[in-house]
């Protein structure tokens, strides 16, 4: 069952919505078994959106926009992407028959050996559902700018998440939490990049509680990339730098979403560096089993800064949202790994090596 049919009643859709699924949703809430120990945390979650039907939540969102474009009439589809929201886009188009034309910035003038503008695995998911991808020269929030600019002029549906329906399909995942927990937890603690998703699971807490679904309401816990921090800093980032590309944003097209989010449920938002998140990538994956992406270890590096400052309550429930999979950028983490042992040999020199 994909998002819609489970949670139809909370969603805008209705009889002449069109059926659109690809069993989205529904993920793992995986209880830690060691991190949380290690940090002292009696009750700590990892709700693992990596195993969405394309690697991210961005799916959640995406089927009910695209339901709603197909119910509207629309034909083509399009987004401005650091490769996730074109990777899910593209695969729901597929599924429904409509054009989709992906723009991804083509991070021209980038310096050698900085980061790849988009993940390799997920421009290959865009190419192999069949998207018309365009490189356009500069960077996410021009290309943002720029689809935005097109789609009020010509028939094409925009699907960022500027797409109110986007919002609506993403707030099912607290809906999950909380049906999951049996209320909301304490800290939802989640990374923040367009800032839709924090938007999305604010209302989702928000309308649960006022569905007397939940008996209270999350602290929003929002982790930014220090190089891609406009809303820690208070100002857009003209070059927004950092190794996890999801939220390597500049200007969050729902920047009003998420300090909303954080003033209304007493939370907040603070950046963390690379390095913090490569070594809690490491940390999720080695000592969890839970591989994610960089941008998705950027809150549980958050959440290992405020334990240390002694900033969360210990017996609090804590949800931190991994919200792609490892599996989408393996350069990023390959780096920061030792690599193979490379052996010409038997099982007594392998023996050897390993040290056994
Ligand atoms: C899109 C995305 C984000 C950022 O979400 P926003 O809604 O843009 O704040 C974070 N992590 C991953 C894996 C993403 O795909």
């Given at each position: 069952m994909g998002v819609i049919a489970r949670y139809r009643e909370h969603l805008?859709?209705?009889?002449?919505t069109p059926e659109v699924d690809l069993?989205?949703?529904?993920t793992p809430l995986v209880a830690s078994r060691n991190i949380g120990r290690a940090l002292g945390l009696k009750h700590l979650y990892f709700k693992?959106?990596?195993?969405n039907p394309t690697g991210s939540f961005k799916d959640r969102g995406m089927v009910v926009a695209v339901a709603k474009a197909l119910e509207g009439g629309s034909r083509v589809l399009i987004c401005a992407s650091t490769g996730n929201t074109s990777a899910s886009m593209a695969a729901y188009a597929a599924r429904t028959g409509v054009r989709a034309i992906v723009v991804v910035p083509s991070?021209?003038?980038?310096?050698?050996?900085?980061?790849?503008?988009?993940a390799l695995n997920k421009l290959s998911q865009a190419l192999m559902y069949g998207a018309k991808v365009v490189a356009l020269k500069g960077n996410f929030d021009f290309a943002l700018e720029t689809v935005r600019d097109l789609t009020s002029h010509y028939p094409v549906a925009l699907m960022n998440s500027v797409n109110p329906h986007r919002i609506a399909g993403q707030k099912t995942a607290a809906f999950e939490i909380v049906d999951e927990l049996g209320d909301a937890p304490d800290y939802l603690v989640l990374p923040v990049g367009n800032a839709g998703n924090i938007t999305a699971y604010w209302k989702g807490f928000r309308e649960y509680h006022a569905a007397g679904r939940a008996t209270r309401l999350p602290r929003m816990v929002g982790a930014q990339a220090e190089g891609a921090a406009p809303i820690v800093t208070g100002s857009p980032v003209a070059n927004p730098k950092t190794l996890a590309s999801a939220i390597r944003?500049?200007?969050?097209?729902s920047w009003e979403g998420a300090t909303s989010a954080r003033d209304e449920s007493g939370g907040l938002i603070a950046a963390v560096t690379d390095t913090e998140i490569i070594s809690a990538q490491i940390r999720l994956a080695s000592s969890e089993g839970l591989f994610a992406e960089p941008a998705s270890a950027a809150p549980l590096a958050l959440l290992f800064r405020l334990v240390r400052d002694g900033k969360?309550?210990?017996?609090a429930v804590t949800v931190v949202v991994?919200?792609?999979?490892?599996?989408?950028d393996p350069e990023a983490a390959l780096k920061n790994v030792e690599p193979p042992i490379e052996l010409d040999g038997d099982a007594r020199t392998l023996a050897k090596v390993l040290k056994l």
């Open positions: 805008p859709v209705g009889p002449a069993n989205e949703g529904s693992y959106e990596g195993l991070g021209a003038g980038r310096a050698q050996g900085a980061p790849p503008e988009i944003i500049g200007n969050p097209a969360i309550d210990r017996d991994l919200t792609g999979s490892g599996l989408k």
